[in-house]
């Protein structure tokens, strides 16, 4: 165990695995998404009251899902730089940034097109839609405080503080629903329980949670890939990649 995290601090092996890893997840990634969202879009039954509109859950829930515990990785990636100064550890912080401001915009925008047919509004101000609202803020926030620093090291030391101190936002948006009044509907998938979402609308929603849990592994893996490139570009090793393409 300790070997492989000493191995992580390595950005010429984390770049020969990663490519290796891509090799296999790529692929697994591509047919996940296509079975999920032909088998969600086009064979599940419509729901008895939303009809055919339910159907964006495909995308909207994954997102969604994936907006949270993406930020738990950036946290985690932001606590590994500041307790043992691994370089790779803030490389994963700043793409995971980016990554899941993305995902949660997608995630805000996706829950609006839900919401005009079935709330009969974009937008609601309620706990659920306005703390995920807080938490691209955060996403969007670490991003330009990066950015605002030259000195690059400081930099990271205070994205990744901020991105510990909005840990406390992800249990918020969890508990919302059940916390407060809200017109979000509850958990429908739970594990403590017996879901409330029939069995041939839950299944394709399972393969595309999984499907963009390693999509997101993906775009992880190729955007610290680039960064790391960037960040060795005048090492002997990066120097001998691009001649091999060259």
């Not at 039954?45 to 859950?57: L, T």
């Not at 993406?70 to 995971?96: E, S």
Request: with cysteine; charged share 15%.
């Amino acid at each position: 165990m300790w070997a492989f995290f000493h191995k992580l601090g390595s950005p010429k092996w984390f770049y020969d695995i990663s490519g290796k890893i891509l090799l296999w997840l790529a692929p697994i990634t591509a047919i996940l998404l296509l079975v999920g969202a032909v088998w969600g879009l086009f064979y599940a039954p419509p729901d008895f009251k939303q009809g055919n509109s339910y159907r964006i859950i495909y995308i909207h829930v994954p997102v969604a899902v994936l907006s949270l515990s993406g930020y738990y990785i950036m946290a985690i990636a932001g606590a590994i730089h500041l307790i043992w100064k691994m370089k790779l550890a803030d490389v994963a912080m700043r793409c995971a940034a980016r990554l899941g401001a993305g995902l949660t915009f997608l995630a805000l925008f996706t829950g609006a097109v839900w919401g005009k047919p079935t709330w009969g509004t974009y937008w609601v101000w309620d706990a659920r839609i306005t703390s995920e609202l807080v938490l691209l803020f955060l996403y969007m926030g670490i991003i330009a405080l990066y950015e605002a620093y030259d000195n690059k090291v400081a930099a990271s030391r205070a994205c990744a503080v901020l991105a510990l101190v909005g840990t406390v936002n992800i249990p918020i948006i969890y508990k919302s629903v059940d916390w407060w009044y809200s017109l979000h509907q509850p958990a429908t998938i739970k594990f403590t329980e017996k879901s409330t979402i029939d069995p041939s609308m839950f299944y394709p929603l399972l393969i595309m949670i999984v499907g963009f849990y390693c999509f997101y592994g993906v775009a992880m893996l190729l955007n610290m890939r680039t960064e790391v490139l960037s960040s060795e570009r005048k090492t002997r090793w990066v120097q001998d990649i691009v001649e091999k393409s060259a």
